[in-house]
């Protein structure tokens, strides 16, 4: 969601990168144009002006204009400024001591309270606790049944005593069986309204004082943008919030909202919600959505991704080969079959360092269907020929291409682009052998392969 917004710092940086002297002149060029893309992005105006004063403030120091790289310095202030706008936040849920912990979710009707409620109940399982929910929306009767159905999808339990409609008798109701089934953790879904209504909010202030919650997670819907914000900060100040959950991150929010949730509503975003699916949760990590959103690349989602895909041994393996350049057309179509399964081709693109304006280049260029072509002719091989690729003459090729019904063109430039990616393997086996080491070292030698496969694809 932050794509446009991303394309338009980018540039901005790579204007600054091309003068080899920063003056106070080019860098309020630089300042009018971030202003512009932050304001265009939907952030809140007084947030804005804010941060380009302390933009400005910092970046026409007499050191940063005197330094080496003083467009990385820019960067780099800009990158600080961005990462105090979500504010110190770990994303989750902080730990707590009590027991059972209560979390009360809060927001306007349609937000995806109940959705998240699911969601959560599912991340929590996942973080090994016992959730149990309950639904406290009397007033639309299939309210109730919902979250039944999404706690069901989730594999938890929902508190739901048959006929009883009293929204504070049913959050106490749900207390009492977390503690007598010993359930560590309640959720406590509520009723919305379309705006913010005095009844609502003696509701939740009476829900509030019978289960005392130590999490209270405003969730608002990102596509609202400033609005939804707005109404975050009236909750917080009539029932108390502690943390944000940003949902529909996924449709065509400019990515105001969240830059703005910490100066407006003065606090930090603790999720974000990116689809209707239970799976579609995600802490939220301000130094990994910063580094995405000016192009740094967000290695460490990638690797947490890459290591849902690939086995540690896999890695292991694939890094021997890189370290003795022994990497084959064979290893080259298995990494392909790895980032098919890391999922779109665009989504682990904008994850990696620099991509992000290859990534727009690229709008459509790389696609399944090419992936699927290289594999054709990879599998019209011989075994023998995948291993050793010194075995593909000119009849080999002309035959492989008639057996995988692409041209000779096509086989020769795969195969060159296999070569190329050998090279570059090569050359990084060299760094990846150097000093660090352990797990992270060796993802990293995968990650790098990976790259190179989404490089060697365009
Ligand atoms: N695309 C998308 N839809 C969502 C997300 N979260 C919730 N929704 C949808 O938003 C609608 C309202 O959600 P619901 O949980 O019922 O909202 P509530 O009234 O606050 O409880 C439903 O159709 C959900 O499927 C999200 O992160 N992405
Ligand atoms: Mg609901």
């Known amino acids: 969601m932050f794509d446009s917004l991303s394309n338009r710092l980018q540039d901005v940086f790579a204007n600054l990168g091309r003068e080899v002297r920063l003056t106070p002149e080019t860098v309020e060029i630089a300042l009018r144009e971030i202003r512009m893309a932050l304001l265009e992005a939907d952030v809140n105006f007084k947030v804005v002006k804010a941060f380009v004063d302390k933009v400005r403030d910092r970046a026409v120091d007499a050191e940063v204009l005197k330094s080496l790289s003083p467009g990385q310095q820019v960067v780099r202030i800009v990158r600080d400024e961005m990462l105090a706008l979500f504010g110190d936040t770990q994303g989750g849920l902080p730990?707590?001591?009590?027991?059972?912990?209560?979390?009360?979710?809060?927001?306007?009707?349609?937000?995806?309270?109940?959705?998240?409620?699911?969601?959560?109940?599912?991340?929590?399982?996942k973080q090994g606790k016992h959730p149990i929910v309950v639904s406290t929306d009397v007033?639309?009767?299939?309210a109730i049944e919902q979250l039944n159905l999404v706690a069901k999808q989730a594999g938890v339990r929902a508190h739901d005593p048959a006929g009883n409609l009293d929204p504070v008798s049913r959050a106490s109701g749900a207390m009492q069986e977390a503690r007598t089934l010993g359930y560590d953790t309640i959720i406590v879904d509520t009723a919305g309204r379309l705006h913010i209504d005095d009844e609502?909010?003696?509701?939740?202030?009476?829900?509030?004082?019978?289960?005392q919650p130590t999490d209270q997670l405003y969730v608002a819907d990102a596509m609202t943008g400033q609005d939804a914000i707005k109404s975050a900060g009236e909750f917080n100040r009539r029932v108390g919030v502690t943390g944000v959950v940003l949902s529909k991150m996924d449709g065509d929010a400019r990515g105001g909202?969240?830059?703005?949730?910490?100066?407006?509503?003065?606090?930090?975003?603790?999720?974000?919600?990116?689809?209707?699916?239970?799976?579609d949760l995600e802490a939220f990590h301000p130094d990994r959505v910063v580094s995405r959103v000016l192009g740094m690349g967000d290695v460490l989602s990638l690797i947490e991704k890459a290591?849902?895909?690939?086995?540690?041994?896999?890695?292991?393996?694939?890094?021997?080969?890189?370290?003795?350049n022994d990497f084959t057309l064979e290893d080259f179509r298995e990494q392909l079959q790895t980032i098919k399964r890391m999922g779109p081709l665009e989504n682990i693109l904008g994850m990696l360092?620099?991509?992000?304006?290859?990534?727009?280049?690229?709008?459509?260029?790389?696609?399944?269907?090419?992936?699927?072509?290289v594999e054709a002719i990879i599998l019209s091989m011989t075994p023998r020929e995948r291993r050793n690729h010194q075995l593909l003459n000119g009849s080999r090729r002309r035959r492989i291409a008639r057996g995988s019904g692409r041209s000779v063109e096509e086989v020769n430039r795969l195969i060159k682009q296999f070569l190329d990616m050998k090279k570059m393997m090569k050359m990084m086996g060299g760094l990846a052998g150097g000093k660090g080491g352990g797990k992270l070292r060796k993802q990293f030698g995968m990650m790098k392969a990976a790259m190179q496969a989404q490089r060697t694809l365009r």
């Open 200 to 211: 609502l909010m003696v509701e939740l202030e009476a829900i509030k004082a019978a289960v």
């Open 95 to 125: 730990p707590v001591s009590a027991t059972p912990r209560v979390i009360l979710m809060l927001g306007l009707q349609g937000s995806g309270k109940t959705t998240t409620t699911g969601k959560l109940a599912k991340w929590l399982v």
């Open 139 to 142: 007033r639309r009767p299939a």
């Open 307 to 324: 290591e849902s895909v690939v086995t540690q041994e896999d890695a292991a393996k694939l890094e021997k080969k890189i370290l003795e």
């Open 257 to 279: 909202a969240a830059l703005s949730v910490v100066s407006v509503v003065g606090v930090p975003i603790a999720f974000t919600g990116s689809g209707e699916r239970l799976e």
């Open 353 to 373: 360092p620099g991509m992000g304006q290859i990534k727009q280049q690229m709008q459509g260029k790389i696609d399944d269907k090419q992936m699927a072509h």
